[in-house]
């Protein structure tokens, strides 16, 4: 008998391990190795921990997710990933889960058109548990104008990622949180220059904020740069903000501590603009309302900035320059952290 319950112990744990090994979302592969043997199917529909990942990634995935739904009651944290392919059915795979919300921890939902996207996620509807969420909106809404819209609450929401996709005037009150520490808003509506004051006020332990936009909202509720001075939060580690050069915010804030900026990117929009003249321009308005530093030339290869602080000390912070949109950064970390992943929950 304590033979028979070692290898069913064995049994278990090893079902369990093949299917983290093989991919821990992946509904097909969890459902495929629960057909083994009459234990493990047992062992597969009763191990709430199997469950807890869910990447639903064709509409045959979508059509498991009442089994998932089944079978998951008990797991207290979700991660749950919505491809576009899964998105393309008749009802919608958020849908189905929506019992399971208060359960989900990490979200990420890509969709090929703004019909895909779940009406849920614009119904200021709250998701308690959530942390992280991405959302992956269509390329060409910002040709046909429908933008998906992204309205919900959050209480302890740490990282976001939104591209494509819209957000009500007064909906970045409600998505934000003061625990969010990350945010990327990639060409969205609604991302303007007030967008970003208002994450400076609702996030008071903010890390790191990227805003990338093809044009900065022409809107009522644009701020002059100069109204963004001093309300950088402290922990601020990361910010970029990019957009045309002409409507490009230059005076972000005076509170950052430029002598550990390590550097400053460029991307000019514009082939034919002179590299020495938005040096003296752009960069030397930008670099002087960041600290006490002021700008005093390129070297000739074009890879650092000079500056000189009012002691007449001299440094110099590294340079990027490309061509395409006009793009300014403030770095205090070596590297430009790229998207999270929805699987790696470190801080």
């Known amino acids: 008998m304590p033979a028979a319950c070692a290898i069913d112990v064995l049994y278990v744990e090893l079902l369990i391990d093949i299917m983290h090994l093989v991919d821990p979302g992946d509904i097909r592969t969890k459902f495929v190795l629960s057909r083994v043997c009459a234990h493990w199917r047992a062992v597969a529909l009763t191990a709430p921990l199997l469950w807890a990942k869910i990447r639903v990634a064709t509409a045959h995935d979508a059509d498991a ?28 795979p958020l849908v189905i889960l929506a019992p399971l919300i208060p359960r989900i921890r990490c979200l990420r939902i890509r969709c ?59 909906g970045w009150t409600r998505l934000l949180s003061t625990s969010l520490r990350q945010i990327y808003v990639i060409s969205c509506h609604g991302g303007h220059i007030g967008a ?103 070297d000739r290869s074009r890879q650092s900035l000079k500056l000189r602080n009012g002691r007449g000390q001299s440094r110099s912070i590294k340079t990027l320059y490309m061509t395409g949109e006009a793009l300014l950064g403030v770095y205090h970390d070596t590297e430009l952290p790229g998207p999270f992943d929805l699987w790696d929950f470190s801080e």
């Open 65 to 92: 997710l009442p089994v998932v739904l089944a079978h998951a009651g008990h797991v207290t944290s979700l991660v749950v990933s919505l491809e576009a392919k899964a998105m393309r059915t008749r009802r919608c």
């Open 112 to 170: 090929s058109t703004s019909t895909f996207l779940p009406p849920l996620l614009g119904e200021e509807l709250e998701f308690p548990a959530l942390e992280q969420l991405h959302v992956d909106g269509p390329d060409a809404a910002i040709l046909s104008g429908q933008w998906p819209v992204v309205d919900l609450r959050a209480p302890r929401l740490k990282r976001l990622y939104l591209s494509h996709v819209a957000i009500r005037p007064d």
């Open 196 to 298: 970003l004051s208002t994450i400076f006020a609702h996030c008071p332990t903010i890390q790191l904020v990227v805003i990338r936009q093809k044009t900065w909202d022409r809107s009522p509720m644009r701020l002059k740069y100069s109204a963004l001075r001093g309300r950088a939060p402290p922990s601020l580690r990361h910010l970029t903000i990019s957009g045309d050069e002409q409507s490009i915010p230059l005076a972000v804030n005076s509170d950052v501590d430029t002598s550990t900026v390590k550097r400053v990117h460029v991307n000019l929009r514009e082939e034919s603009t002179s590299t020495h003249d938005v040096l003296r321009g752009h960069v030397r308005h930008f670099v002087d309302e960041l600290g006490g530093d002021v700008f005093s030339g390129v």
